[in-house]
């Protein structure tokens, strides 16, 4: 499984505190928590040791590669793309 070795982080628009604009909360999420998120209509990747929640996304024109890597780390394949 990809570069993020036992645990990927996620970045996700939780507010710790409403008056903090700009506060963020990091929540962990363990290799065997992502790679239960594997098909098209819950599909999560990991790039560069961030989750991410790409389910739905059908209309990117890498759609179909984004989903044979759904549950894993898709940093190289990514950058093979990109």
């Known amino acids: 499984m990809g570069k993020g070795g036992r645990a990927a982080v996620a970045t996700r628009n939780t507010k710790d505190n409403k ?19 594997h ?23 890498g759609g179909a590669v984004i989903f044979t890597h759904a549950g894993d780390d898709m940093t190289d394949t990514f950058a093979a793309f990109h």
């Open 19 to 37: 008056d903090e604009l700009n506060s963020t909360v990091l929540t962990k999420y363990t290799w065997e928590e992502v790679k239960k998120h």
């Open 39 to 61: 098909t098209p209509n819950d599909a999560w990747i990991v790039h560069q040791g961030k989750v991410y929640d790409v389910s739905d996304w059908y209309e990117h024109p």
